[in-house]
């Protein structure tokens, strides 16, 4: 039933769609980058003239290699293009170096593996069901989807200006889904383990994929109530699971094993020295913490019911440091939010057990997963909200319920990105796209969905009007203040804790929708 939106008729706007997007991202070349384009010069570098026994122990720069070896690999075989380009980038001495030469061989290698993406878009675009015959083709489920995908604001930002590799790997992670929504368990596990291989960010949404392809594929058969039948389990089916992640970590990390260098390896992937916050804050539940921390301290130095000289100065002037001291609420240990982003995930994780609702099922389960991480986790990452908003687009086009949520998500998500990119020239970029994508993406759906209820509340709309007074104050209004030399930090604080209200709310929102969901006769039959 999926497949006929993307026939002869479908593939003309659909290579117009990803040709427009990378002509886009060709003309983003000159932008601003931040640090990491110089990380990813040092691993090109590092795997390009060090054996493979020093690639984990190399420090000559503070960028040192700290994903895992599948993407060190990647490097390797990108430093073997790069020297064409620019001989000089490869030397490990070289810190910091920018020819010309570097920067379109680094800008164009992160667009050119966005192929990868482009086709794993074009595959879920085939699991969607066109369930509406649209005689528009802009009003084609999968036409929206291919948008919000190929499209989307975060991706461009983070990858094209920002500098990172995100494209591809979110391509592997979406073909993974597209495969388990075709039934094609064995090659969604094996692109999933792959995947893992890559960027171990991953692991926050690999509950999802271990429950569905246990209850999907190890399991063959269902009662007629829709619970499991417990004989129907197939021993061959977790043989041949277990099998792909074992020869896949074997092929990654293997030879580490080998030179015993695992334990190096694995302190490098996760460094816990680093704070509970990202130098930034990213907008979840330990942001609004801390910001109930900070004002909990002012109130306490108003009404004297704290001293002072015993508070840490930083704390009160420094605002957004890495090593985070609270003064009045507890201080979190990595330990406490391991236990948090755990009790957050499991309801999520008992449902797609018990309630099994198939690949939907499996989705809502991967976007809860990914944002109750990012709601708990250790040193989140403001660019890790990605993992949610992409899967969240496939179950926005086919139910208004989601399609809400997701605009909620979306539009706090990718507002609370804007800090990422803090130069001026790169001001009406930022605001350009972000208006683009965000008005496309609540017109589509609400033609989408036009025959049922509103998909915002008016509580939730103004909320959301409401980032843009919070926007021009932080970058028009601040600025001329007297209070930007003495609390510099304020415009982040602000955009960190509103958008965190946001987020919050997409995810409960989400949560409630996912508990409270009744399965339908048709799906237990299944």
């Given at each position: 039933?999926?497949?006929?939106?993307?026939?002869?008729?479908?593939?003309?706007?659909f290579?117009?769609?990803?040709?427009?997007?990378?002509?886009?991202?060709?003309?983003?070349?000159?932008?601003?980058?931040?640090?990491?384009?110089?990380?990813?010069r040092?691993?090109?570098?590092?795997?390009?003239?060090?054996?493979?026994?020093?690639?984990?122990?190399?420090a000559?720069?503070?960028?040192?290699?700290?994903?895992?070896?599948?993407?060190?690999?990647?490097?390797?075989?990108?430093?073997?293009?790069?020297?064409?380009?620019?001989?000089?980038?490869?030397?490990?001495?070289?810190?910091?170096?920018?020819?010309?030469?570097?920067?379109?061989?680094q800008?164009?290698?992160?667009?050119?593996?966005d192929?990868?993406?482009?086709?794993?878009?074009?595959?879920?675009?085939?699991?969607?069901?066109?369930?509406?015959?649209?005689?528009?083709?802009l009003?084609?489920?999968?036409?929206?989807?291919?948008?919000?995908?190929?499209?989307?604001?975060g991706?461009?930002?983070?990858d094209?200006?920002?500098?990172?590799?995100?494209?591809?790997?979110?391509?592997l992670?979406?073909?993974?889904?597209?495969?388990?929504?075709?039934?094609?368990?064995?090659?969604?596990?094996?692109?999933?383990?792959?995947?893992?291989?890559?960027?171990?960010?991953?692991?926050?949404?690999?509950?999802?994929y271990?429950?569905?392809?246990l209850?999907?594929?190890?399991?063959?058969?269902?009662?007629?109530?829709?619970?499991?039948?417990?004989?129907?389990?197939?021993?061959?089916?977790?043989?041949?699971?277990?099998?792909?992640?074992?020869?896949?970590?074997?092929?990654?990390?293997?030879?580490?094993?080998?030179?015993?260098?695992?334990?190096?390896?694995?302190?490098?992937?996760?460094?816990?020295?680093?704070?509970?916050?990202?130098?930034?804050?990213?907008p979840?539940?330990?942001?609004?913490?801390?910001?109930?921390?900070?004002?909990?301290t002012?109130?306490?130095?108003?009404?004297?019911?704290?001293?002072?000289?015993?508070?840490?100065?930083?704390?009160?002037?420094?605002?957004?440091?890495?090593?985070?001291?609270?003064?009045?609420?507890?201080?979190?240990?990595?330990?406490?939010?391991?236990?948090?982003?755990?009790?957050?995930?499991?309801?999520?994780?008992?449902?797609?057990w018990?309630?099994?609702?198939?690949?939907?099922?499996?989705?809502?389960?991967?976007?809860?997963?990914?944002?109750?991480?990012?709601?708990?986790?250790?040193?989140?990452?403001?660019?890790?909200?990605?993992?949610?908003?992409?899967?969240?687009?496939?179950?926005?086009?086919?139910?208004?319920?989601?399609?809400?949520?997701?605009?909620?998500?979306?539009?706090?998500?990718?507002?609370s990105?804007?800090?990422?990119?803090?130069?001026?020239?790169?001001?009406?970029?930022?605001?350009?796209?972000?208006?683009?994508?965000?008005?496309?993406?609540?017109?589509?759906?609400?033609?989408?969905?036009?025959?049922?209820?509103?998909?915002?509340?008016?509580?939730?709309?103004?909320?959301?009007?409401?980032?843009v007074?919070?926007?021009?104050?932080?970058?028009?209004?601040?600025?001329?203040?007297?209070w930007?030399?003495?609390?510099?930090?304020?415009?982040?604080?602000?955009?960190?804790?509103?958008?965190?209200?946001?987020?919050?709310?997409?995810?409960?929102?989400?949560?409630?929708?996912?508990?409270?969901?009744?399965?339908?006769?048709?799906?237990?039959?299944?």
């Amino acid at each position: 039933p999926s497949g006929r939106g993307m026939a002869a008729g479908g593939r003309s706007w659909f290579r117009a769609l990803a040709l427009g997007v990378s002509f886009l991202k060709c003309l983003l070349i000159p932008a601003y980058y931040s640090t990491d384009f110089e990380v990813h010069r040092n691993w090109l570098a590092i795997t390009h003239n060090l054996p493979l026994s020093q690639w984990y122990y190399e420090a000559t720069s503070e960028w040192t290699l700290d994903y895992p070896p599948f993407f060190a690999w990647f490097e390797y075989a990108l430093s073997h293009v790069a020297k064409y380009f620019d001989p000089k980038m490869l030397v490990i001495e070289n810190l910091n170096y920018t020819s010309r030469a570097t920067i379109f061989f680094q800008r164009f290698s992160v667009i050119f593996t966005d192929i990868l993406f482009i086709y794993a878009v074009r595959e879920c675009c085939r699991c969607v069901n066109g369930k509406r015959a649209a005689k528009d083709i802009l009003e084609k489920p999968t036409f929206i989807l291919a948008v919000l995908l190929l499209w989307n604001f975060g991706l461009l930002i983070v990858d094209h200006i920002h500098f990172q590799y995100n494209g591809f790997l979110f391509g592997l992670m979406l073909l993974s889904v597209a495969r388990l929504c075709q039934k094609r368990y064995l090659e969604g596990a094996l692109l999933f383990a792959v995947l893992l291989h890559f960027k171990h960010i991953y692991m926050y949404v690999a509950p999802a994929y271990g429950i569905y392809l246990l209850r999907s594929y190890c399991f063959t058969a269902n009662n007629a109530d829709g619970s499991l039948k417990w004989r129907s389990f197939s021993f061959l089916h977790v043989t041949l699971l277990g099998l792909i992640v074992c020869l896949v970590s074997a092929l990654s990390l293997g030879p580490f094993i080998v030179l015993g260098q695992l334990p190096q390896v694995i302190s490098r992937l996760f460094p816990f020295k680093r704070g509970l916050c990202h130098a930034y804050w990213a907008p979840n539940f330990w942001a609004l913490y801390n910001a109930m921390d900070k004002a909990l301290t002012i109130f306490g130095l108003k009404c004297n019911f704290l001293d002072p000289t015993k508070i840490p100065r930083a704390s009160m002037t420094g605002g957004l440091v890495q090593e985070f001291q609270h003064t009045v609420l507890p201080s979190v240990t990595p330990l406490a939010t391991l236990i948090c982003t755990f009790i957050s995930i499991l309801p999520s994780v008992f449902c797609l057990w018990f309630k099994p609702q198939g690949p939907r099922g499996f989705l809502q389960c991967l976007v809860l997963c990914a944002l109750s991480s990012f709601m708990f986790g250790w040193h989140v990452h403001e660019k890790a909200i990605l993992l949610a908003i992409l899967p969240l687009s496939l179950l926005s086009v086919q139910r208004a319920k989601d399609a809400g949520i997701y605009l909620i998500l979306t539009t706090t998500g990718h507002f609370s990105l804007f800090p990422l990119l803090f130069t001026a020239p790169e001001l009406p970029i930022k605001i350009l796209l972000m208006l683009l994508f965000t008005v496309y993406s609540f017109s589509s759906l609400k033609s989408l969905f036009r025959r049922e209820r509103p998909l915002l509340n008016w509580l939730e709309t103004i909320y959301l009007i409401q980032l843009v007074p919070l926007e021009i104050f932080c970058e028009i209004i601040f600025p001329l203040t007297p209070w930007k030399r003495h609390f510099p930090f304020v415009p982040l604080l602000l955009t960190s804790v509103y958008c965190a209200l946001g987020v919050t709310y997409a995810w409960l929102k989400l949560y409630v929708s996912v508990l409270t969901e009744r399965i339908s006769v048709r799906q237990k039959a299944e």
